[in-house]
């Protein structure tokens, strides 16, 4: 099971920022916190990853709560193409090969508005 | 780099028939993720392999189905007397390293629909 928890949906206005909100309270010490996306009709995408500290990359910035029990991925400015599902991911230890997969729960539904 | 690529891009099959899926994943990827998303969901996670070995199974895969990964490059997903409920995006995704950080590559998919 997923072990983060996020809104089903939000709504933004193009060029404004949008913060997406992601709880992971049973998050551990190593964990990383990973973000991907997916646009209609195609294959997640990676947009970001932290450990601790806050993160940016050209696509997006993560800020991480000092006791890394929930994080944010912050959309400087949404365009009509940042509409997409955005999952928050901690890695499952779990399983037969301690694989450390991926995996996603429902994520949150983006609408951009013109 | 032409990325993770997946194909056929969709597929409609009979009830009963058997169906197989290809995944080419970026070159040196040394794992390879299968993933299956139904409408509505996030993906669900069916099988890894590390190479040519394949190192973990969901219990959501079924004896009907099956995966292979020859000499460590392409990989297939067969799925036997196909159902139904078997009416999916399957998903194919490759990555360099297993470490805690790892950055996955997801392909288009292939979209099954079982009559």
């Known amino acids: 099971d997923a072990k983060t928890t996020q809104p089903n949906s939000m709504e933004s206005n193009e060029e404004e920022p949008v913060h997406l909100p992601c709880n992971h309270s049973?998050?551990?010490?190593?964990?990383?916190i990973h973000w991907y996306r997916q646009l209609p009709s195609q294959g997640p995408e990676y947009v970001i990853h932290?450990?601790?500290s806050n993160v940016n990359n050209r696509m997006a910035s993560l800020a991480i709560a000092e006791d890394r029990k929930s994080s944010t991925l912050i959309l400087h400015r949404a365009t009509l193409r940042d509409a997409a599902v955005y999952y928050c991911i901690l890695r499952d230890w779990g399983g037969s090969s301690n694989t450390g997969k991926l995996i996603f729960g429902q994520g949150t539904t983006l609408q951009v508005k013109p | 780099d032409t990325g993770v690529s997946q194909d056929p891009r969709h597929k409609i099959t009979k009830r009963g028939q058997n169906v197989t899926f290809r995944c080419d994943p970026i070159s040196e990827h040394n794992r390879l993720y299968w993933y299956r998303q139904t409408l509505g969901q996030g993906p669900e996670f069916l099988t890894y392999f590390q190479n040519e070995a394949q190192l973990e199974k969901s219990r959501l895969l079924s004896d009907r189905f099956s995966a292979e990964r020859p000499k460590g490059s392409f990989s297939t997903l067969e799925i036997q007397r196909t159902e139904q409920g078997d009416s999916a995006m399957y998903l194919c995704a490759s990555s360099v390293t297993g470490a805690t950080n790892e950055k996955l590559f997801f392909g288009s998919g292939t979209q099954l629909s079982v009559l």
């Open positions: 049973t998050i551990s010490g190593t964990d990383y």
């Open positions: 932290g450990l601790t």
